[in-house]
Every structure is written in structure tokens, then in C-alpha cells.
């Protein structure tokens, strides 16, 4: 009732981190009745929930967890003026130390659209513009990202100009902050890079850490096959950076979509921490230390050794591939394949010695077909490879779900 009080419409044809809102219908048309009239303001609730159970921490465990929910706001005030803001109602709401933005707020800015139609200026905090499908969609629709969209960061103040010279054809040009806060408050107290020789050196804050990315996204055949690709690099340090390939390209037919994502990076501290977790004990003879005090590196919490040591040059490469068929009215199947390589570039012994591989199957139903709601059934394994010269075991985990999708269209 209180999202219907203002009486305006839903947005349609949302793209990326949003929704496809054809022909779903907002609280406000279906309790209230009230008639469209423009695309100012549109209020949604992105909802994930199930109940699960899982060996992935050990012993099988079973919950009930609540995975997304987010409250976003989208509008367009002018033929020239858009905006949209989306919060995360289930993170930290403290505000970090250089953009002076939570955590838990992906997005709020603010676009223009230049005369002539073919620019767009865009500023506040934004999501990075990165290439990939899987990149691309809407958190709540997403079962298990690749280790490789798992641990990203995304989220930062920035600005970016995109330019469509035709309109099956975008090409964007973005700066923002590498993190939230400054180094120490990504990396840990008095953060250490460990190289390849032994040698340690001090991480100290760099006059410009920003990401530059240029990315494009092109649309062939009326829709029918699309492109996202972009490439950038991150000042992670002074001296050190990251260089980061994201490749998606995707299919779609009438009932059966499919996208494949090559992604690949190159660290010269370790972003993610993966690889400084699973061997920096080994690297420095027993002496790494975990802390209680956890990073947050996207999506994930690692713990750092109390001198937050890191190892440099570090490497992933990621295979993504999802299909969602539509085999009958109101029932959709998704399969997804995953693989991830993470390595030392540097280090003969450990240049590829973590791959894991994974695998999603999920049964889908859409119960009503105005609403963005669906119910499902899936089932996640993953496979953990190590080489001999790592010590680390294999192994394998497994998770089962049964849940519902709902994207709440308030109006």
C-alpha cells in the first residue's frame, strides 16, 4: 500500500543487474488499479530464499537462508535525466572510508543523455562495468557464481561515458575507485607482499586507486546473438596492479537461452586471497597466523595473517557456460558448467595447481505469468583438484535447494 500511495509506473524492459519486466504487472496495477502514466519512479524488491542443505563446510547441515534481498529504485525524470539506486537490506550499513558509501548500497547515480541520443554520462556509485553474462545478471537470479564472479568487488564511486553509434552498438569508457577504503582496509593491518623469491615488501597506499575499463556490448540479428567484452586495469598498491579479460557472448532463441564466459586475471597482489590462504602457511614455513578479523572481498570473508601478508602474482582463468530451456509452459531447465584455474604466474610448482570444477541443474516453475516469481529445485556439486606440490587434499561438496525467486514489482 505505502509503494502504491505515489501512483506511478513500473519500469519496463530492464537490462543487466535488473529484470525483464515484460508484461509482469506492479502491485500497484493489480491491487489498486492505477493507470501508467510515466516511468519516473519504480520501486522493487529483489527476493532469493530457500531451504538447503549441504556438506560444504563438512558434515551435511541443513537451513533456511535468506540469499538476496535487495530494495531498488529506478526512474526517468526527463527524456535526458535517469537514476537508480539499489540497496542491500541484509549487509553492513557503515559507510567506508573513501567513497563514504556502505557496503550494502550497490548503486546510486545518476545518468544524462546527451543531444542526439548517442551519449550517455553517467556518476555516482556504479557498478564496474566488466564483461560476461554471468557478470551481468541480477544477483537474485544467480544459484553459485564462478570463483572467479564469487569473490569479485564490484561496486564503487566512479563515472563512466557510454557511446552508441548505432543502436545495436555500445561502447563504454568507465573510472572508478579499486576499493571502498584504502589499502589497509582492504588488505589488513600493515598489509605485506610476499614474491616469488622470498622477498617482502610493505603495500603502501597508491595517489590513484582507480580502475579504467573499456568495455562493448553489441547485439546481432535482432537479438539473437549478443556480446559483452571488456578489458581493464586496477592500481591495487602503489606499484602493483590487476589486469582483467571478461569475454561473454550469448544466444538467444525463442525458448532456450545460452551464454558462454571466458574471464582471466592477473594480480600483482592477490585480490582475492584465494591462493594466500591455501599456501602461505606452506610458503613460509608454519609461521602464517590467521586472525579473527575477517576481509570482505566481494561476496567473501577470508581471514588474513595478523601482518596481512599476500602473495604477488597471482593468476585465474574461468569458463562459464548456462542454458535455460524452456521445455513446456510455465517450466524452464538451467544447467551450468563452471571451471576455475588459480595459480602463482611466477612459480613452476604452483602455477596452476588449484582447479575446481562445478556444476548447477535446477527445475524451475513459474507460477504466475505476470510475475517475475518463480519456484525451483537445483542441486550444486563442485570438484576441488590440487596438485602434489600444494599438500592439499581434493575434494568435493554438494548442495541441494528448494527455494523461490521473486522479483517484486511495486509499482
Known sequence: MICAALGMQAQGNNSGLGGNDEGVESLAERVLGLEKKNDMFNVYFNYTASARTDDEAGPWQS???????????????????????????NKTNAAQSVDNFAKATDMMFVSYRLPGDKVELTGGKVCQMWGGFEYDENPMYIYQYSDFGEYMDIFFGGAHVSYKPVPT?????????TDNGTTDDYYGCRPVAVHETGETRALEQSKAPFTYIFNWNGDFGHGLVQTRWAAGIQQQAKGYTSKVVMLGQQLTLPRLQWYFDYMERWDDVDRYGIVTSELMDRFLGGDYTPTTEFIDHGSVEFAG???????????????????RWEFAPKWKLMLKGMYDVTGLRKQTDYKNYRKVLSYLASLEYYPVRSQDFRVYLAYLGRHYAYNKASALNNRNTNRIELGFMYRIKCY
Open 63 to 89: 537451513s533456511f537462508k535468506a540469499k538476496e534481498l535487495r530494495f531498488e529504485i529506478t526512474g526517468r525524470l526527463t527524456d535526458r535525466i535517469s537514476y537508480r539506486f539499489r540497496h542491500r537490506l
Open 169 to 177: 552498438q555500445e561502447f563504454i569508457g568507465q573510472v572508478t575507485h
Open 305 to 323: 595473517n595478523e601482518f596481512g601478508h599476500y602473495f604477488t602474482d597471482t593468476h585465474m582463468r574461468s569458463f562459464v557456460t548456462k542454458a
